[in-house]
């Protein structure tokens, strides 16, 4: 009778063994979070560190794409205002035949071919220089928070049912992360 529950827990530690890998101490995060402006434009650059696991970038070398969405929200500190709100989605893939990774981007419409798996990466975790709106939307002197998270999971992935459980305990998401700022 032992062999069959020895048997049964090796089965069930297998199958949870991802579960177990995310509990991680570098979990990913918002290294760089600024707000800069054009001449008529209020534009977001943030950095996401620790973002990739080696799940993530095993299986998106073996042709699973990946998609990274982002989410921004801007309020209005003292009113909670919410003055406009945003998603932002990456996506990354990679040939195996070219052996080359293609990035792409939503908002601002962007596609880049990569031979460098480093260089993918920080164009997957990177917003540089987004536009998130006009600055004649803003009151100056008013002070502002931006809210920003972000959401890393494997999509598309084929298999039935059982592979996009499994596959659904790769989902990492990060926290809300905050930033306030004096429009002048």
Known sequence: MKQPLSTVFVILFILFLPVLSLAREDAPAFGELAVSNSATELLLY????????EEMTGSLQS????????????????????????QFVHRLSYDTLQENYRFDNDSPPDS??????????????????????????????????????ADLYQRDFPGGTVARTVMKLWNVKTGWQKFSFTLR
């Open 63 to 86: 042709g699973i794409p990946l998609q990274f969405r982002f989410y921004a929200e801007l309020r209005e500190r003292d009113s909670e205002r919410l003055a406009g709100e945003w």
């Open 46 to 53: 943030a950095s996401l560190q620790d973002a990739f696991t």
């Open 112 to 149: 880049r071919l990569f031979t460098d798996l480093a260089a993918a990466k920080q164009a997957m975790t990177s917003l540089n220089g987004v536009p998130l709106l006009k600055l004649s939307a803003l009151k100056p002197g008013a002070i502002y928070t931006l809210h920003l998270r």
